[in-house]
C-alpha cells in the first residue's frame, strides 16, 4: 500500500475519497482516437471519423443499462452540444452527441437546453397557470394520437401498418410515462431544483451547473436510473472561467497557459461530479445513502490526450453501487498497453455491468 495525493484539479473530491477509485492503465484501441471515439467511448467498438460517427453497431454501456434498470425515464442525456440529422454542432434543444446508443443503429437524444430538459423531467410539478394548460392539452394530444393511430391500423396492412407500429409504440410509451408521472407527482414536486437565471443563461458554466442539479433531482426523485451528462465539446468557450480559446484551441496549445486552462476546467467538472455525489450521499435509501447505490464514472470521450491514441484511458469512479464495488480510496495503475496483465476499457463496462446484476462476458 501506498498513499498518493489528489492532483489539485481533483481536491473537490476529497471529502469522498474513501468512496472513489482512479483507475489508469486501460486502454481503448478498438477505438478510433483522436478527437472523439464518439459511440466508441462506451461501446467499445470503432465507429466514424473525425467529423462522421459512422454506423452504431449495437448499444453503447449506458444504453445497455438504460435498458437492464429502466425507470420512467430509461435514459436522461444532458449535453452542452451535439448534432442534428447530420449537421453542424448546436447548443440549444434536443441533440445527439453521438456517444450513447440504445441499440444498432438507434442513438439516444440529449437536451442541450437546461430549461427544456427541467420541463420534459419536472412537467408534474409545474404550478403555473401557463404550464398547468401546457400539461393538460399534451396529455389530450397523446390521447389523441394514440386512438388515431389504433384507427387507422385497422384499415391497413403489411409494411405500412408495421411502420404505424413504430409510430404508435412511440406514443403509447409517451401517454404510458406521463400517466407513470402522475402517479409519483408529490415525489417530483418535492425533490424538483429551483429554476434559477442559470437554466436560461448563454454561460456554459451556468448551463453545466443546471444540468448536474436537474440530474440529482432526477435520481432522488426516482425519474431515472442512468443519467450522461456531456459538460464538454470540442467548440465549447468557458468564458465563465475566464479561458479565451474554445477547448480545441486548448488542446493545440493556443492563448495564454492552454494546460492551466485544462486543469481549472477539469476542476470545474469534478466540482459539479462531488456536488452531485454529495446530494446523493445526504439522502437516505435502505440501510444507507443514494450514493451507496450508485456509481459515478467520470471520462474522456477520447482517451489520454487532445489527439488521443487510446493506449490509455484514466478513469474517476465515485460511489458503491450496493456495496459490489470496492472503491474506496483506490488508485489502481494497470499494466500498460502490450504488457502482462493489461486490461481494456471493455473490461471496466463488463465489471460494472456484473456490479448491477447484469451476468455478461
Keep these: ?49 473525425e467529423h462522421d460517427w459512422g454506423d452504431i453497431i449495437c448499444h453503447t454501456f449506458d444504453g445497455l443499462m438504460a435498458s437492464h434498470l429502466p425507470g420512467i425515464f430509461p ?20 441533440v445527439y452527441p453521438g456517444i450513447s446508443a440504445i441499440a444498432k443503429n438507434r442513438q439516444l437524444p440529449y437536451q442541450a437546453t437546461p430549461l427544456a430538459a427541467y420541463k420534459e423531467l419536472f412537467s408534474v410539478a409545474a404550478t403555473s397557470d401557463e404550464d398547468l394548460m401546457d400539461n393538460r392539452l399534451n396529455g389530450t394530444l397523446l390521447d389523441f394520437m394514440v386512438d388515431d393511430i389504433k384507427r387507422l391500423e385497422k384499415r391497413i396492412a403489411g409494411v405500412d401498418k408495421e411502420k404505424l407500429d413504430i409510430y404508435l409504440e412511440g406514443f403509447e410509451g409517451l401517454r404510458n410515462r406521463r400517466r407513470a408521472l402522475q402517479g409519483v407527482e408529490a415525489e417530483v414536486r418535492k425533490h424538483a431544483p429551483e429554476v434559477s437565471d442559470k437554466y436560461t443563461s448563454k454561460t456554459e458554466t451556468d448551463r453545466i451547473e443546471a444540468h448536474f442539479d436537474i440530474a440529482a433531482a432526477a435520481l432522488i426523485a426516482g425519474l431515472t436510473n442512468v443519467i450522461t451528462i456531456r459538460p464538454d465539446t470540442l467548440s465549447v468557450l468557458y468564458t465563465g472561467l475566464g479561458v479565451d480559446k474554445g477547448v480545441h484551441g486548448l488542446g493545440h496549445g493556443e492563448g495564454e497557459d492552454p494546460i492551466g486552462h485544462r486543469r481549472n476546467i477539469r ?8 456536488r452531485l455525489a454529495k446530494k446523493l450521499e445526504s439522502t437516505p435509501e435502505g440501510d444507507g445513502n443514494m450514493l451507496d447505490n450508485t456509481v459515478i464514472v467520470y471520462f474522456s470521450d477520447a482517451g489520454e490526450k487532445h489527439h488521443a491514441s ?22 489502481l495503475q494497470y499494466p500498460s498497453y502490450q504488457k502482462p496483465g493489461h486490461h481494456t ?9 456484473h456490479a448491477a446484476g447484469l451476468n455478461m462476458e
Excluded at 500500500?1 to 477509485?21: G, N, Y
Excluded at 444532458?78 to 454542432?89: A, E, N, R, T, Y
Aim: proline share 4%.
Design 267 to 274: 476542476k470545474f467538472h469534478i466540482e459539479q461530479i462531488a
Design 75 to 94: 435514459h436522461v442525456g444532458l449535453s452542452i452540444g451535439g448534432k442534428v440529422m447530420g449537421g453542424p454542432s448546436i447548443h440549444e434543444g434536443v
Design 345 to 353: 476499457i471493455a473490461n471496466l463496462y463488463i465489471t460494472l455491468a
Design 1 to 49: 500500500r501506498r498513499f498518493v495525493k489528489l492532483h489539485e484539479s481533483l481536491t473537490p473530491l476529497q471529502p469522498l475519497k474513501d468512496k472513489m477509485a482512479i483507475v489508469q492503465g486501460l486502454s481503448g484501441k478498438m477505438c478510433k482516437g483522436g478527437h472523439s471515439s464518439w459511440f466508441g467511448a462506451m461501446g467499445c467498438w470503432r465507429s466514424g471519423g
Design 310 to 331: 487510446s493506449t490509455q484511458w484514466p478513469y474517476i469512479l465515485v460511489g458503491g453501487l450496493g456495496g459490489k464495488l470496492k472503491l474506496g480510496g483506490r488508485y
